[in-house]
């Protein structure tokens, strides 16, 4: 891929299509450098027990997709031990919007919370009532 189409702005892709997404492809460097065994012995169900998301992007354009945790399920639930590297030669850039390679990058991701802590909520005040004496 050249340095080129690592400056292309293509927005990434969800399945399903048109949830939101905060993945941005990885630096260039990154996808040539990419080997099958670095994704290790993850599984789908690595992805699914973890709620982490499927990243994939074709090295030969810059097409770049978040496989959301509800899509994985709906693919491949009844394949939970399925190992990613084994998924890898499966995938294509589908011709439709992509380039049509089989040179394709995969890898676990989860968006990270921001930095800011969430507010704490203020204290709840617990009213009892009380018991009348006497009569």
Known sequence: MSDLMQTVLVPTETLPPGLPTTLTRPEAKAIRSFRPWMVGGDTIA??????????????????????????????????RDFKLVDLLPLLSCGEEK???STDMVIFPWKETPGRAKPKAEAAQTLELPFLKSGG
């Open 46 to 79: 690595t992805l699914l027990d973890n709620g982490w998301s499927l990243g994939i992007c074709c090295r030969n354009c810059p097409r770049t997709i978040e496989m959301k945790p509800e899509a994985i399920e709906d693919r491949f639930a009844g394949h």
């Open 98 to 100: 992509g380039c049509g």
